[in-house]
């Protein structure tokens, strides 16, 4: 099956330096990438959605600026946490469908830390 | 985001059980329902995927939905220590945009 690379799996940053975490689809171009953040036991949250050439839609509540979304390439997204708190410090994991839209395939996640 | 409501209690069945797991929702734009299998620290794997009232078998599970209650149900049958794991309902709301249940932690005992 479709295989979605997201990297680092783990990061640990210091409060006020930005981190950057990247999704990769490796045998389908990804058309839509999602952002979704799960703090301990609590759902995954959808952050954004993000449409390869376009700028992200963020959900509400979300901030634009200090999650930034990059979608750059069909196989390529990018968020990068800015000025990071440590109240960031969650779980984060991208998702990506293709042309069809039928099926979503999501990344293995990456644990950040912040301290 | 649209809400979805998943008990989260941590459920405990010995080896061979039926495991059963459900979800309601309260908004009627929800349009594809699916239930997710996720490993600790791992990102979500799907296992189901229904968009119409009824049944939908696939091996030991069936998932269940009823849109006039709103309401979506999770089975496995015979269930195995591999099963141990944390499953998440998510309902699609246009997009392809997800809205997730917080999980149900099942513990399979040998």
């Known amino acids: 099956g479709a295989v979605v690379s997201q990297h680092p799996s783990r990061v640990i940053c210091k409060s006020g330096t930005s981190v950057k975490i990247e999704c990769r689809s490796l045998d389908f171009q990804a058309t839509t990438m999602f952002w979704y953040r799960q703090f301990p036991k609590q759902s995954l949250m959808l952050m954004a959605t993000s449409n390869e050439g376009s700028k992200a839609t963020y959900e509400q509540g979300v901030e634009k600026d200090k999650f930034l979304i990059n979608h750059a390439s069909l196989t390529l997204s990018t968020l990068t946490v800015t000025s990071a708190h440590p109240e960031d410090s969650s779980f984060y994991i991208c998702s990506g469908t293709g042309y069809s839209g039928n099926t979503i395939y999501f990344g293995e996640g990456s644990w950040l830390t912040v301290v | 985001q649209k809400e979805v409501e998943q008990d989260p209690g941590p459920l405990s069945v010995p080896e061979g059980a039926i495991v059963s797991l459900n979800c309601t929702y309260s908004n009627s734009a929800f349009q594809y329902f699916m239930w997710y299998r996720q490993y600790s620290r791992k990102g979500p794997e799907l296992l189901m995927y229904t968009y119409s009232s009824g049944n939908k078998e696939d091996g030991r599970f069936t998932a269940q939905v009823d849109k006039s209650s709103k309401y979506i149900s999770l089975f496995i049958r015979d269930s195995q220590p591999s099963d141990s794991a944390t499953y998440l309902c998510?309902?699609?709301?246009?997009?392809?945009?997800?809205?997730f249940g917080k999980g149900n932690q099942v513990v399979v005992i040998p």
């Open positions: 998510a309902m699609s709301y246009g997009n392809n945009r997800l809205a």
